[in-house]
């Protein structure tokens, strides 16, 4: 299992960001979000970059979980509504297949009452090197 406290602390952007790292476990990670003005677009709505950050941010610690270096080499997002000023947002990254090149994951993206906002799948290189 890696240091997740250790590595999310040398992440200024999400930390910028107002993320929070809920969990990681080995194959999963959970992370989440307040929504505030700063993360509105021009429309008035939570700014899908945002929610894009929050499950790729799931995901890169969920391949990460094990130990050794992973980085995604493959994403894709759907969003299914938007968020408003004052929602919750959770991202569960979690692994459907592993080998000793490639994970595979699912992230959803829900708000505080089990609302799906967005779902992303993605591929991992892994890397066999252990984290620094």
Do not use: Q
């Not at 250790?6 to 990681?24: M, Q």
């Not at 959970?30 to 899908?48: K, S």
């Amino acid at each position: 299992m890696i240091d997740s406290s250790g590595l999310f602390r040398r992440d200024a952007f999400v930390l910028s960001l107002g993320i929070e790292l809920v969990e990681v476990s080995a194959g999963r990670a959970v992370t989440r979000v307040a929504i505030e003005e700063r993360h509105l677009n021009f429309n008035g709505v939570g700014h899908g970059g945002l929610t894009f950050t929050l499950a790729d941010t799931a995901f890169g610690y969920a391949c990460n979980s094990h130990g050794i270096m992973a980085g995604g080499i493959d994403v894709h997002m759907i969003y299914s509504r938007g968020v408003k000023l004052a929602d919750v947002l959770t991202a569960t990254a979690v692994e459907i297949s592993r080998t000793a090149k490639l994970a595979h994951y699912r992230v959803d993206v829900t708000t505080a009452d089990g609302t799906l906002v967005a779902a992303m799948t993605g591929t991992a290189f892994i890397s066999g090197k252990p984290h620094a």
